[in-house]
């Protein structure tokens, strides 16, 4: 049972380049999310997923794009990156547990720096 | 403002000592309180989970919830040299999206 899982772990681009950020669960949860974080800010939702083939906007949502067409995978994509997205990105998963709030379990996190 | 405040510290205290963290909340529709334990360069790992007000108790850590102060506690005993980490509040109201704090760093010197 590996959890979530991040790939890639590092990644360095340059600006105006793309990429696409993957994140797997084995749990069968329904929810899924990523999250930016940057020193003194905390974690902050970029988007989230209450279920396959449904996204959503966070928090900071701009300059970012995601598509959950399997239950198990939430794809974050930056089409054209900018120094502004240098973080530590974090991907979450969580049950639907009837309208409670659950435990979010985190990935590794993917390390980005846009040069 | 932030919705959530927290003291980033850092934090450190000896070997032994109580550690005593906490943030303030501004959204009175928060019910649930968590906090999340991440060491360096990991994820973050959920290490208690309150609802509403009040206290718990999880070997030597406490949660405690005051919500008409809208101000979270977290206090660890008998602290080691592997409770260094960031510690990082987080909340919601009756949805599963979590506002989170920008943590606290504390180092427990041996």
């Known amino acids: 049972n590996a959890g979530v899982t991040q790939t890639p772990k590092f990644r360095v681009l340059k600006t105006g380049q793309s990429m696409t950020l993957l994140c797997a669960q084995d749990?069968?949860?329904?929810?899924m999310y990523w999250y930016r974080q940057d020193p003194g800010m905390g974690l902050r939702l970029i988007h989230y997923s209450v279920g396959e083939g449904t996204t959503a906007k966070g928090e900071v949502p701009d300059g970012y794009n995601v598509s959950r067409l399997k239950k198990q995978n939430f794809l974050l994509g930056l089409e054209s990156a900018a120094p502004s997205q240098t973080s530590v990105y974090f991907c979450?998963?969580?049950?639907?547990?009837?309208?409670?709030?659950?435990?979010?379990?985190f990935g590794p996190g993917t390390r980005l720096t846009v040069l | 403002q932030k919705e959530v405040e927290q003291d980033p510290g850092p934090l450190s205290v000896p070997e032994g000592a109580i550690v005593s963290l906490n943030c303030t909340y501004s959204?009175?529709?928060?019910?649930?309180f968590m906090w999340y334990r991440q060491y360096s360069r990991k994820g973050p790992e959920l290490l208690m989970y309150t609802y509403s007000s009040g206290n718990k108790e999880d070997g030597r850590f406490t949660a405690q919830v005051d919500k008409s102060s809208k101000y979270i506690s977290l206090f660890i005993r008998d602290s080691q040299p592997s409770d260094s980490a960031t510690y990082l509040c987080a909340m919601s109201a009756n949805d599963y999206k979590l506002s989170f704090g920008a943590g606290t760093t504390v180092t427990v010197r041996a």
């Open positions: 749990m069968n949860h329904e929810y």
């Open positions: 959204n009175s529709a928060f019910q649930y």
């Open positions: 979450a998963s969580s049950y639907e547990a009837g309208g409670l709030v659950d435990e979010q379990f």
